[in-house]
């Protein structure tokens, strides 16, 4: 049952043919587990979760009406917030933080009768690329324990292949739903900026942030795409338009005729060569399946990485100015004759991790006076050339595809030492989120020299979401057609407990 | 040695520039649905927003983008068709955030004026004040910084947070420099404050009581030698709290500036607090080592774009100019420049305006409210407003006293029950068993006792030597306790005595 899809789970819980009760506890018994050895959770909520799937078999049984996803567990990235349940985001410094309200997008999986597992593991703030970042431990990814599940939101990802939760909520500043994805064999969105409310996403970079769906196949994200996008009168920058019709996308996967733009910039030297070799075999399908394949060019996505280190970075410095110990979480160096401003140091100073602290650094230099125009100021106009770059391409294509990441997941601690390098691993996604529009990451094989999980990127314009189910879906077909079975019928069984 | 405010003036010219903080009167706050009530138990108007709990986004209270707009049109402005808010960064414990959300190089209103007409040596003369920028922003929480000497937090044993305040809407109205003013400077500034807080109160957005902190003023003052183009350093006085007190406040500064001018010493750039009892500053934070407060567009907020045809809408709507509508009150009630420039300074223009439009007659509602009422206030050492006495009792005890049920000796009596919180003029009427004594048979037995106390005055009187009715009338009233109708005692007591007027 674990291995099911959600929308097969759905089927089986409407049909009366299990309760949402023996799903989730199900699911909490594979976590009970598996978890040890994964570690993609920080927190597993088993009443609040058996009590929600209670309510939904109550409800199922009085006869009403339910969402399509009514009574089917998923696993929430820690960075949202849920009333009374405690919310980290990987943190320290938020130890034991228990939130007094609940984000949109828990309030809008509540609407749905998703029942919440708990929460998962995540880079500190969501800054990092392996989840090595989280103050809590890093998490392991299931196809190898020895290495990285993506990041941030590494433990979603892992929660998805290691079938401890069928669907899962992360947030993408400059990849951390696609590059989990990619690397663990799972399907991630990150819909047009302003698509899904960031109301209670604890932030990181405001103008970037974006949550979206997780899931096993391209479907399932979509059913809970729809579930919780949506205008949210509570985020200003949210889209106060119709959600782009996903799930029909997804069931259709019809691409005859449409054109798909391979980025000229987002291949070659730095990628691997069984990514490069998964990435040209899904664009012979996707020529199969009816779909023209053109090159489009984007000269200025070279600028992206480096102006998204300017920008990310200096809108943390802001936004994680707040945590002071002042009205919550962590307080250090409190006591007789302690001052507010040692007060704030000490808590701050132990608080926030290495790769946080870089990063307030990082950002609070580059809005200095004086250095306000030539980083910050900078950085923004790369960001309208590369919108630019995308505004051309599209021009000329539906989406625009290209490998998910340069490489596929590496070891824990590989790279830790190493920021560079780290921040490599996300330069086929950054563009995506400087531009504000949608990506999917979607599964391509496995990398013949590795064996290990290669993602597939689709990019479409903002409010266009639908395009990228589209051509998910079709390659989706296309590839479990060539395979027989889905990639993840090939991950090594975990041991457990 | 000290200065004199005139010898100041012949050698130096001052150089102002003011910073007006305006608490809007919108019922929730600028970026969350929370109560802007004042007064509530402490840290019970919050929520995750005002807070700055993890996750929580601003959103724009629209009725405070309007009432700026207003603001910006009524004091001559362009209003902006894009404007952003940005973030000013920087960390004290009372800013949940550790930023405050504000407006920075994209402001929503720009380059307007106010003129101000103050009476000078040569008569009365008007001022052009230009406005550089009327922007928004939120208040911060309110810090109580408990032991140590100075009240601030540096040496405080701790301190308590409020964070009601946090999120209040605000607008800054920033003046371009006002050169030009002279000797008038203070006067000007204060004239100019006033008619700020006319405008803002005739536009409905504001509670503008200084005293409560709804309208603070910083005031930016130099000097510099009569004929130079150069700027001075410049010190800046903040949170005036009264129309008073900004006059005093600069004419202050002035002085201060010119004896460090004259003894070669510089002037320090500071933030400076004025001392209500002393009117002199004192020094507070040093400005020359400019803080950086790197601010940036605010991410979490779309630019605000109002469209024209909503401008045009509220410009339509805009009520008559404050200084035009005072000549058309003064017009109305005819009232003498000196009569009108008191009520102006005792600050109960509206409260008479509003005593008329109850139907009180001009001349004893001014009466009343410059008279009896002020003087309460004065020896309350409160503000007229703060009283609880509203134009509709004061319009009441008007129609009492024209009907002849009070005389203008009890209406004091009255006023000063409504004010101790008897109730409304009928209320203390009936409770303190005030009444007019119309009984003329009572009346002619006092008169007759009068009379025969005081023989020799009543015999002036009945020779003809009229001013001397009013010792009697005196007495009757005294024998009567005051409740008598002192006109009808005049009427009987001449007619007694064989006079007529």
């Known amino acids: 049952m674990i291995r099911d899809s959600a929308s097969q789970m759905a089927k089986a819980l409407a049909a009366g043919d299990i309760t949402s009760v023996a799903l989730t506890q199900v699911h909490l018994d594979r976590i009970t587990s598996v978890d040890t050895d994964v570690h993609a959770f920080l927190f597993v909520d088993t009443q609040g979760a058996l009590a929600q799937a209670a309510a939904v078999d109550a409800k199922r049984a009085a006869g009403e009406k339910l969402s399509p996803l009514a009574g089917v567990p998923l696993a929430l990235k820690d960075v949202m917030t849920q009333k009374n349940v405690p919310t980290t985001a990987g943190s320290k410094i938020l130890e034991g933080w228990r939130p007094p309200y609940d984000s949109t997008v828990v309030t809008n999986l509540r609407a749905n009768d998703i029942v919440i597992l708990g929460k998962t593991n995540m880079d500190e703030f969501a800054m990092g690329s392996s989840t090595e970042n989280s103050a809590y431990g890093p998490t392991h990814n299931p196809w190898d324990l020895t290495r990285i599940p993506g990041g941030s939101g590494g433990g979603s990802s892992a929660a998805l292949a290691a079938f401890e939760a069928p669907l899962a909520i992360g947030t993408d500043t400059g990849g951390s739903i696609r590059q989990p994805a990619a690397v663990t064999g799972t399907v991630g969105v990150k819909p047009t900026y302003g698509a899904v409310s960031r109301f209670g996403l604890i932030a990181f970079s405001s103008s970037l942030d974006q949550a979206g769906p997780c899931a096993r196949n391209v479907l399932d994200a979509a059913l809970l795409h729809e579930a919780i996008a949506g205008y949210d009168a509570r985020d200003s920058t949210s889209i106060n338009a119709p959600v782009p019709q996903v799930v029909n996308a997804a069931k259709s996967g019809d691409v005859k005729g449409m054109k798909i733009g391979v980025v000229k910039e987002l291949n070659g030297d730095g990628y691997q060569s069984g990514v490069r070799i998964r990435f040209e075999e899904s664009l012979e399908l996707l020529a199969k399946a009816g779909a023209e394949i053109v090159e489009v060019s984007a000269p200025n996505f070279e600028y992206a990485l480096a102006a998204y280190y300017l920008i990310a970075p200096s809108e943390c410095s802001s936004n994680l100015a707040r945590f002071d110990a002042m009205r919550y979480g962590l307080r250090v160096g409190d006591g007789e004759g302690a001052s507010a401003e040692s007060v704030m140091n000490l808590t701050r100073k132990a608080g926030f991790g290495r790769e946080v602290k870089r990063r307030i650094i990082l950002g609070t230099y580059a809005l200095s006076s004086g250095y306000y125009d030539a980083y910050y100021g900078s950085a923004q106009k790369v960001r309208t050339l590369i919108t630019q770059d995308f505004d051309k391409a599209f021009q000329k294509c539906d989406v625009m595809v290209s490998p998910t990441c340069p490489t596929t997941a590496f070891k824990i601690g590989e790279k830790s030492n190493d920021p560079i390098a780290m921040y490599l691993n996300d330069i086929a996604t950054i563009p995506v989120n400087m531009a504000g529009i949608g990506g999917m990451s979607l599964p391509a094989g496995l990398a013949p020299e590795d064996g290990l999980p290669v993602g597939f990127q689709i990019m479409a314009p903002a409010m266009a979401d639908q395009r990228m189910y589209l051509v998910g879906a079709a390659l989706e077909e296309a590839l479990l057609t060539k395979w027989g079975a889905p990639l993840l019928s090939k991950i090594p069984e975990l041991r457990g407990k | ?501």
């Open chain 2, 1 to 501: 040695m000290a200065l004199t405010y005139d010898e100041v003036v012949a050698k130096y010219e001052p150089v102002l520039g003011l910073e007006v903080h305006v608490e809007l009167n919108t019922e929730s706050k600028m970026f969350c649905p929370c109560s802007t009530i004042f007064g509530a138990e402490p840290n019970t108007q919050t929520c995750p927003v005002c807070l700055a709990l993890p996750g929580a986004l601003p959103s724009v209270n629209e009725k405070a983008i309007e009432s700026t707009i207003k603001i910006g049109l009524a004091l001559n402005c362009s209003i902006a068709p894009f404007s952003r808010f940005a973030r000013k960064n920087y960390f004290y414990p009372d800013m949940p955030k550790n930023f405050q959300i504000s407006q920075y190089d994209e402001p929503i209103c720009i380059n307007g004026y106010v003129d101000v007409e103050i009476d000078t040596d040569e008569g009365p003369k008007v001022f052009r004040i230009e406005i550089e920028r009327v922007h928004m922003e939120e208040d911060t929480g309110k810090s109580l910084h408990v032991g140590g000497a100075t009240g601030r937090i540096h040496g405080a044993e701790y301190s308590l947070l409020d964070y009601n305040r946090a999120g209040i809407p605000l607008v800054e109205i920033v003046t371009k420099i006002v050169p030009g003013t002279g000797k008038y400077a203070p006067q000007v500034a204060k004239a100019y404050v006033g008619e700020l807080r006319d405008i803002l109160r005739s536009l409905d957005v504001s509670d503008v009581k200084m005293e409560q902190g709804s309208l603070r003023c910083d005031a930016n003052v130099s000097l510099r030698l009569i004929g130079s183009q150069v700027l001075g350093t410049r010190s800046e006085t903040k949170n005036v709290n009264s129309l008073r007190s900004v006059e005093r406040a600069i004419r202050g500064e002035m002085i201060r500036h010119a004896e460090l001018l004259n003894k070669g010493e510089r002037v320090v750039q500071e933030t400076r607090h004025f001392q209500e009892e002393s009117g002199l500053t004192r020094s507070g934070r040093s400005k020359e080592a400019a803080e950086d407060y790197r601010y940036f567009p605010e991410p979490d907020l779309v630019p605000v774009a109002p469209d024209a045809a909503w401008i045009q809408t509220l410009r339509d709507g805009l009520p008559e100019r404050a200084s035009i509508h005072r000549k058309r009150l003064q017009e109305a009630w005819a009232v003498p420049d000196k009569e009108m420039a008191a009520m102006i300074n005792a600050d109960v223009l509206n409260l008479v305006e509003a005593s008329v439009d109850l139907g009180a007659d001009p001349t004893k509602a001014r009466g009343w409210w410059l008279g009896e009422i002020s003087r309460i206030a004065n020896d309350k050492d409160l503000a007229i407003s703060d009283l609880s006495i509203t134009p509709s009792d004061v319009a009441q005890i008007v129609a009492f006293v024209n009907s002849g049920e009070l005389t203008d000796k009890l209406a004091r009596q009255v006023i000063e029950g409504v004010i101790a919180g008897e109730g409304t003029p009928a209320a203390v009427i009936a409770h303190r068993g005030i009444k007019v004594v119309n009984d003329d048979g009572a009346l002619m037995a006092a008169i007759e006792k009068v009379c025969a106390e005081q023989p020799e005055t009543a015999h002036k009187i009945r020779n003809g030597h009229l001013p001397a009715a009013g010792a009697l009338i005196g007495a009757v009233m005294k024998e009567t306790k005051g409740q008598a109708d002192a006109a009808r005692v005049r009427k009987l007591l001449l007619a007694h005595l064989g006079q007529a007027e």
